[in-house]
C-alpha cells in the first residue's frame, strides 16, 4: 500500500486526480495541497511515496517544493503534472519520474501509478529479505534464498559471481555491486573482485606487497578472499 500527495492549485484538478487514483486498491491515503508549502508540510507530517506536483502555483512553486520534498525524502518519487512545457529540463534535474503536460493524459497517470507500485512493492520484499538476514540470487533458470550468516565471501569470476558459503558454492550474474546493496553492514568490500563476512573472518595474513589473504571459518574450502591494505587499515579502526 502506498500513500500519495497531489499538489495543484486548482481545485476541480486536484479532486479529478484523487477520484482517479482512490480507484487503485493499492492506494492507501490521498492528500491534497493547494500549493508547495503546503505539500512540504504534508510530507513532513506523513510518510509520501508518490508526488503528483503543479509547478506554477502561488506562494511556493513546484519545482522549490519539489527540491524541499527531495531533502525530506529521497525515496519519494516526484511526477510533475503541468501545462508548461518549458520546464522539464530543470524537473530532470530534481530527478522526477516523469513530466506529464495539460490537459492530463490520466492513462498516463494510470501508469505511472502502476509502475511505482510495483516498485515500492519489490523494494519492500528486498527489504524485508534483508532484515532477515537472507540474499536471494538468480543463476541462468532459478532463484537461491541464502542464509546471509552463512555466506564466507563473494568473489567476481569473470562475467559470474560467485558465493561461497561454508558447504556450498553458488553462481550469479548479477554484480558485485547489485549484490552489495542488498547485504547488511557485516559485509565489507575487500577488494576490487571480493565482498567478505567480516563475522567469519578466522585469520588475515601477508600476501605479496600489497594485499592479504583471508581465511575463514567453519569451512575445508583451500579457496580464499582477498583485502588489499587499506581495507586493513579500515578494520583496524
Known amino acids: ?28 491515503e490521498i492528500y491534497l495541497a493547494k500549493d508547495g508549502e503546503e505539500a512540504v508540510d504534508i510530507v513532513k507530517k506523513y510518510n509520501i511515496d508518490l508526488a503528483f506536483m503543479d509547478i506554477d502555483m502561488p506562494i511556493m512553486d513546484g519545482l522549490e517544493a519539489a527540491k524541499l520534498i527531495k531533502g525530506l525524502n529521497e525515496n519519494l518519487k516526484i511526477v510533475f503534472v503541468t501545462a508548461y512545457q518549458n520546464y522539464a529540463c ?12 495539460k490537459p ?6 494510470k ?15 528486498e527489504e524485508s529479505l534483508k532484515e ?3 540474499l536471494m ?7 537461491f534464498l541464502i542464509n546471509m550468516e552463512e555466506i564466507n565471501y563473494i568473489e567476481k ?10 558447504t556450498k558454492k553458488f553462481t550469479t550474474r548479477a554484480s558485485l555491486g547489485e549484490i552489495e546493496k542488498k547485504l547488511t553492514s557485516f559485509f565489507l568490500r575487500t577488494h576490487k573482485s571480493y565482498i567478505v563476512n567480516l563475522k567469519n573472518i578466522e585469520k588475515i ?21 582477498l583485502i588489499t591494505k587499506d581495507k586493513i587499515h579500515l578494520l583496524k579502526g
Do not use: W
Request: aromatic share 12%; glycine share 2%.
Open 111 to 125: 501508469e505511472n501509478l502502476e509502475r511505482i507500485i510495483e516498485e515500492h512493492h519489490g523494494d519492500k520484499f
Open 157 to 166: 569470476d569473470n562475467k559470474e559471481l560467485i558465493i561461497h558459503t561454508h
Open 1 to 28: 500500500m502506498i500513500n500519495i500527495l497531489i499538489c495543484d492549485d486548482d481545485f476541480y484538478t486536484g479532486k479529478v486526480m484523487k477520484k482517479v487514483i482512490e480507484e487503485h486498491p493499492q492506494v492507501k
Open 137 to 143: 540470487i538468480k543463476d541462468k533458470q532459478n532463484y
Open 104 to 109: 492530463i493524459d490520466f492513462l498516463r497517470v
Open 205 to 225: 595474513e601477508p600476501y605479496g606487497d600489497s594485499s592479504y589473504v583471508i581465511f575463514f571459518k567453519n569451512t575445508d574450502e583451500t579457496k580464499n578472499a
Open 90 to 101: 530543470e524537473s530532470y534535474e530534481i530527478r522526477a519520474y516523469d513530466y506529464i503536460l
Open 132 to 134: 532477515n538476514l537472507i
